[in-house]
């Protein structure tokens, strides 16, 4: 009896801290928008940022969607191939790569390489009183620090799912038509007929949104950091977690919801 | 100068609303006031109960023990913690419940000194110290480059501007943070031990630039520091913060003769150092 108690009592306490959590999540985001609608726009600290998130991610990206793009060009070949409809490599690869892989692997990329920086970026910021010293001088850190962020990853992922996708169907290209030998002509004519502009904007709604999961879960975290290295630590930990998750979960559901 | 005027004026309305009785109130009126301040961070106590009264334009010094709550208490005065019980006052308003634009407002009149100097480390030296001018006061640059090289030079810093702050020693680190917190010239600054991590010379020289400034604009100043005797001769008030309260609050030579066990122990050890 004693431990049924004890566990419905620490069901409701997670659960309780949970809806706690999202509530704060939710404010951090709505505060830090209604802060971007406030002067001064600050042009140099969202390039900056965008100069992070974004170019300084084109590397990765260009290498995940050139091998993405190969090996779809490599399976899809061998598959296809097998109902003698080798003609079709192109759709296949360019629909995978549009309408999920792109937006989902630069956006996985992204939440790797720049979510991870902005989460310890932001912590050690914490951690070191740098946004106590903001607040003193009466400077939002939110406006200051993570509303550039956020406005730079709503910019930088489509761009960078935009160069994925050019770059995985050229890679799917490589393999299925010059390594392969498929008919050069097939590989775009059928990309050419299957890819409409409604996979298009999907996937550039897929990737406006990723943006925003990926830098608003990993300044949220940074900026919540608990005052220690190991809370810093654990912070850019939980942040890639729950961004990754997030964007695979919401990608789903938005899937469903263009289909 | 304008800003001690506005002190001066702000400072006789809060006596006109907040004390009103003429027989209750010392010489001076409180700029800041703590009343029954308490805070706790988990069920650690830290702060138990603190009154605590700060006197407009002069220089008061926190001493006491390492971990009792001497920088949690300097946030309070600036509303970057808020305690759990009690009151906190400046010039008249109660900061404790103000959120946004009116804790905004408050802020603009202070400047702070944090314990681990809290520079900005994606800006150089001069950034930093430019920093609140450029955001604040929207000066030109040819005024921000001469106010913040004027600074640089008096804490001893000149010629470290284009550096960035990992690659100072920490003593210089605080003195690049004392620097950004004078240059604003405000009406209030709060220093967290300004001169801890400092050679004795480069501390003397630290003192005497806090205690110029002082002298020069007027600045209501709250120091915590750990440097006995020498904030006997620099300061004008000096309190002591003890297992979560003030013990003793005295100008210097009363304080140094104060009867309180504590106190003489702790200041006696000092001196013996
Ligand atoms: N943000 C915080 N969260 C949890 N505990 C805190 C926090 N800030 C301070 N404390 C605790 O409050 C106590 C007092 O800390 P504070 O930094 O004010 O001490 P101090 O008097 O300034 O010491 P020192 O002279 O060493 O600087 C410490 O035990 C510290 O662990
Ligand atoms: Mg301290």
Same mark, same amino acid.
């Given at each position: 009896?004693?431990m049924?108690?004890a566990g419905?009592e620490?069901i409701?306490r997670?659960t309780?801290?949970l809806?706690?959590?999202?509530g *704060?999540? %939710?404010?951090?985001?709505?505060?830090?928008?209604?802060?971007?609608?406030?002067p #001064?726009?600050?042009?140099?600290?969202?390039?900056?940022?965008?100069h992070?998130?974004?170019?300084?991610s084109t590397f990765?990206v260009?290498?995940t969607?050139?091998?993405?793009?190969?090996?779809?060009?490599?399976?899809?070949?061998?598959t296809?191939?097998k109902?003698?409809s080798?003609?079709?490599?192109?759709a296949?690869v360019a629909?995978s790569?549009i309408?999920?892989l792109g937006?989902?692997l630069?956006s996985?990329?992204?939440?790797?390489?720049a979510?991870?920086?902005?989460?310890?970026e932001? !912590?050690?910021?914490?951690?070191t009183e740098?946004i106590?010293?903001?607040?003193?001088?009466?400077i939002?850190p =939110?406006?200051?620090?993570?509303?550039?962020?956020?406005?730079?990853?709503l910019? !930088?992922v489509p761009?960078? @799912?935009a160069?994925f996708?050019?770059?995985g169907i050229?890679?799917?290209?490589?393999v299925g038509?010059?390594?392969?030998?498929?008919?050069s002509?097939a590989?775009?004519?059928?990309? /050419?007929s299957?890819v409409?502009?409604k996979?298009?904007?999907?996937?550039?709604w897929?990737s406006?949104s990723f943006?925003?999961?990926v830098?608003?879960?990993?300044c949220?975290?940074g900026?919540?950091t608990?005052?220690?290295? /190991?809370g810093l630590?654990a912070a850019t930990?939980e942040?890639?977690?729950?961004a990754?998750?997030?964007?695979?979960?919401?990608?789903?559901?938005l899937?469903s919801?263009? %289909? | 100068?304008?800003?001690k005027m506005s002190?001066?004026?702000e400072v006789c309305?809060?006596?006109v609303?907040?004390?009103p009785?003429p027989?209750?109130?010392?010489?001076f009126v409180?700029v800041i006031?703590l009343?029954?301040?308490e805070?706790n961070?988990g069920?650690?106590?830290v702060l138990r109960? @603190?009154?605590l009264?700060i006197? #407009?334009g002069?220089?008061t010094?926190v001493i006491?023990p390492? !971990?009792?709550?001497?920088?949690v =208490?300097?946030?309070h005065?600036i509303? =970057?913690l808020q305690?759990? *019980?009690?009151? @906190?006052?400046?010039?008249?308003v109660e900061?404790?419940?103000?959120?946004?634009?009116?804790l905004? /407002?408050? *802020?603009?009149?202070?400047?702070m000194?944090?314990?681990g100097a809290?520079?900005?480390?994606?800006?150089? @030296?001069?950034?930093n110290?430019?920093?609140p001018?450029r955001e604040?006061?929207r000066l030109p640059?040819p005024?921000v480059?001469r106010r913040v090289e004027?600074k640089? /030079?008096?804490?001893?810093?000149?010629?470290?501007?284009?550096?960035? #702050?990992?690659?100072?020693?920490?003593?210089?680190k605080?003195?690049?943070?004392?620097?950004?917190?004078l240059v604003m010239? +405000?009406?209030?600054?709060?220093f967290?031990e300004?001169?801890t991590?400092?050679? +004795?010379?480069m501390a003397?020289?630290i003192?005497d630039l806090i205690?110029?400034m002082?002298?020069?604009?007027g600045?209501?100043?709250v120091?915590v520091s750990?440097?006995i005797?020498?904030?006997?001769s620099?300061?004008?008030?000096v309190?002591?913060l003890?297992d !979560?309260?003030i013990v003793?609050?005295?100008p #210097?030579?009363?304080?140094q003769r104060?009867a309180d066990?504590?106190?003489?122990e702790f200041?006696a050890?000092g001196?013996?150092?």
């Amino acid at each position: 009896m004693l431990m049924l108690t004890a566990g419905i009592e620490r069901i409701g306490r997670t659960t309780l801290f949970l809806i706690g959590e999202m509530g *704060r999540m %939710l404010l951090f985001l709505l505060s830090t928008f209604a802060w971007l609608l406030r002067p #001064p726009l600050r042009p140099f600290q969202i390039l900056k940022q965008l100069h992070f998130i974004g170019f300084k991610s084109t590397f990765v990206v260009v290498l995940t969607a050139a091998f993405t793009g190969m090996v779809l060009g490599l399976q899809g070949y061998y598959t296809l191939r097998k109902y003698g409809s080798e003609a079709a490599l192109g759709a296949a690869v360019a629909l995978s790569i549009i309408r999920e892989l792109g937006p989902v692997l630069a956006s996985l990329m992204v939440t790797a390489r720049a979510g991870s920086a902005m989460t310890a970026e932001i !912590g050690i910021m914490r951690i070191t009183e740098q946004i106590d010293a903001l607040d003193t001088m009466a400077i939002s850190p =939110l406006q200051y620090l993570i509303s550039p962020k956020i406005v730079a990853a709503l910019i !930088g992922v489509p761009l960078l @799912v935009a160069i994925f996708d050019v770059v995985g169907i050229y890679g799917g290209y490589v393999v299925g038509v010059d390594l392969l030998g498929g008919n050069s002509g097939a590989y775009w004519n059928s990309l /050419e007929s299957a890819v409409e502009w409604k996979d298009v904007y999907g996937g550039i709604w897929k990737s406006i949104s990723f943006g925003l999961i990926v830098s608003w879960i990993c300044c949220y975290k940074g900026y919540y950091t608990r005052m220690s290295a /190991e809370g810093l630590g654990a912070a850019t930990t939980e942040a890639v977690v729950l961004a990754s998750v997030l964007i695979l979960i919401w990608d789903y559901f938005l899937t469903s919801v263009l %289909l | 100068m304008s800003g001690k005027m506005s002190l001066a004026r702000e400072v006789c309305s809060c006596s006109v609303t907040h004390h009103p009785s003429p027989i209750t109130h010392h010489w001076f009126v409180a700029v800041i006031r703590l009343v029954g301040v308490e805070k706790n961070f988990g069920n650690q106590q830290v702060l138990r109960g @603190v009154n605590l009264t700060i006197p #407009p334009g002069k220089l008061t010094t926190v001493i006491g023990p390492s !971990g009792e709550g001497k920088s949690v =208490l300097l946030k309070h005065m600036i509303g =970057l913690l808020q305690p759990d *019980r009690g009151e @906190v006052w400046v010039d008249g308003v109660e900061i404790t419940r103000l959120r946004g634009k009116a804790l905004n /407002e408050v *802020r603009k009149r202070f400047a702070m000194l944090f314990q681990g100097a809290a520079l900005f480390d994606s800006l150089t @030296v001069f950034e930093n110290v430019a920093f609140p001018l450029r955001e604040k006061l929207r000066l030109p640059e040819p005024d921000v480059a001469r106010r913040v090289e004027e600074k640089l /030079e008096q804490v001893g810093l000149s010629g470290m501007g284009h550096k960035y #702050p990992a690659e100072l020693s920490g003593g210089m680190k605080k003195r690049a943070g004392l620097a950004r917190a004078l240059v604003m010239e +405000p009406e209030i600054i709060l220093f967290d031990e300004p001169t801890t991590g400092l050679d +004795p010379l480069m501390a003397k020289t630290i003192h005497d630039l806090i205690l110029a400034m002082h002298r020069k604009f007027g600045f209501t100043a709250v120091m915590v520091s750990h440097e006995i005797p020498e904030i006997f001769s620099i300061s004008d008030w000096v309190a002591m913060l003890k297992d !979560g309260k003030i013990v003793a609050m005295a100008p #210097p030579t009363e304080f140094q003769r104060s009867a309180d066990q504590a106190v003489r122990e702790f200041i006696a050890v000092g001196i013996e150092v």
